[in-house]
């Protein structure tokens, strides 16, 4: 992601950053993307051996094919 900041000083220091709007909801897509990564691998480790069922056997189960 290529950013283009632009800063504002307070006192001779760095205080703000205003970014271009599509950068801004670019980087908030990736931030929360990255959540939901953290979310699914935590859930992931809390079910452990959990059993599963394969979606081959859910569609015979319910009768979804044509």
Do not use: C, W
């Not at 599509?22 to 939901?36: G, I, K, R, S, V």
């Amino acid at each position: 992601m290529n950013l283009h900041p632009q800063y504002i000083e307070k006192n001779g220091r760095d205080e703000y950053v205003i970014l271009p709007i599509e950068e801004f909801q670019a980087m908030t897509q990736t931030l929360e993307d990255y959540q939901d990564l953290q979310d699914l691998r935590s859930a992931k480790d809390a079910e452990g051996g959990a059993a599963t069922t394969s979606l081959a056997d859910v569609v015979k189960e319910l009768n979804l094919q044509p």
